[in-house]
């Protein structure tokens, strides 16, 4: 079985192609350049772009992977969560495709792409708690099985992505905020500063990043060298992000923790742009161990927006035998569970 799936939902224009277990071809084209200079998505021009990258995409994919569209079987693409107009462009593509075709188009929810990431290539889906961490989303799901999901827990505001990129641009640095933020917080002190570790002891499992946020942005006049507003010395940088990024990750780590616990499962697994974060790899590799839990980390090139994880889920749904209709609407609000 071949999927062609198709991932606009935010600022990334992805194609991928799966053959079986084999990836064909995964093509990414990231507009964070373009939307740098507005320090975030700026949704019109997200699906303006998408609309403009995806022909391209979809010729490289097709040439990469050697095949053409009437040797796909399945047209996928992400329908939600995700931005209204950036969802259109790609669910209609996939659609056109699948007409095209004549073969079936499958919609796939973005969350699920990212959960099941951290087993592509593998053919179980066992039982586990996910964190999803990403720059809209931050989320513990328990996953009994492929389909079978419970959200445990939520952020309340900001999404940890979300706080990274808000932390960045504060200080002036670049965006997408969080590998600006890591980078820095390589030669800073996490202890320098005493960020509040919010809903730490809360006695549930969801999370709120927006109090550390804002405990940065009280900190900063005080750093404020000279004159300009962003004119900070970058060993106080490192400092302010070493904190702010150990503040992020103690909390991540306990609640994920705790759900596992909770949910009586022995795997984590690890999915979403934040899981490229090193520190929080590394924090998580170690507490895991201390805990006997197993950790599945998806790759990096599979943690931030791609296709090839919404190829992935789409393929295991076909497997089971889920089908769907040209009439699957895209929907901004999309609920994994
Ligand atoms: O999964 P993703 O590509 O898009 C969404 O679905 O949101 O995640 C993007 C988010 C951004 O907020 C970005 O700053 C964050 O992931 N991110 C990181 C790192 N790399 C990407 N956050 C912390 N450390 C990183 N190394
Ligand atoms: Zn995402």
Not at 140 to 146: D, G, T
Not at 158 to 167: I, P
Request: glycine share 8%; aromatic share 6%; with cysteine.
């Amino acid at each position: 079985m071949t999927v062609l799936a198709i991932e606009t939902s935010c600022d990334e224009t992805a194609v991928a192609i799966l053959q079986g277990d084999t990836l064909r071809a995964s093509e990414v084209s990231s507009q964070s350049a373009a939307h740098r200079s507005f320090g975030g998505v700026v949704p019109e021009f997200a699906s303006r772009n998408h609309l403009h990258d995806l022909p391209g995409l979809l010729d490289r994919a097709f040439r990469a992977a050697g095949l053409d569209s009437n040797e796909i079987d399945i047209f996928a693409a992400t329908t939600g969560p995700g931005l209204a107009s950036s969802l259109l462009v790609g669910s209609s593509t996939a659609k056109g495709l699948a007409i095209g075709a004549g073969k079936p188009f499958l919609p796939v929810n973005h969350l699920e792409g990212h959960l099941l990431s951290p087993f592509f290539g593998k053919s179980e889906i066992e039982p586990n708690v996910s964190l999803i961490v990403s720059g809209g989303h931050t989320l513990l799901v328990h996953v009994r099985a492929f389909g079978d999901y419970e959200i445990l827990g939520r952020t309340l505001d900001d999404a940890a992505g979300e706080a990274f990129d808000k932390v960045a641009k504060m200080l002036g640095l670049g965006y997408p905020g969080g590998p600006e933020v890591e980078l820095r917080a390589r030669d800073g002190n996490p202890s320098r500063f005493d960020l509040p570790r919010p809903m730490l002891k809360s006695d549930d499992l969801n999370f709120s990043f927006s109090g550390v946020k804002t405990a940065v942005r009280y900190l900063l006049p005080k750093l404020i060298r000279g004159t300009k507003e962003t004119a900070f010395d970058p060993a106080e940088i490192a400092d302010v992000c070493a904190s702010f990024q150990a503040a992020v990750i103690e909390v991540l780590r306990a609640k994920s923790l705790r759900a596992v616990r909770e949910a009586r499962v022995r795997r984590l697994t690890l999915s979403g742009g934040v899981s490229c974060n090193q520190a929080l790899r590394e924090d998580l590799r170690n507490a895991c161990a201390a805990a006997d839990v197993g950790l599945l980390v998806a790759e990096p090139w599979l943690s931030t927006d791609n296709a090839a994880m919404i190829a992935f889920a789409a393929m295991q749904k076909a497997k089971r035998g889920i089908h769907s209709s040209l009439t699957a609407e895209i929907d901004p609000n999309l609920a994994l569970a």
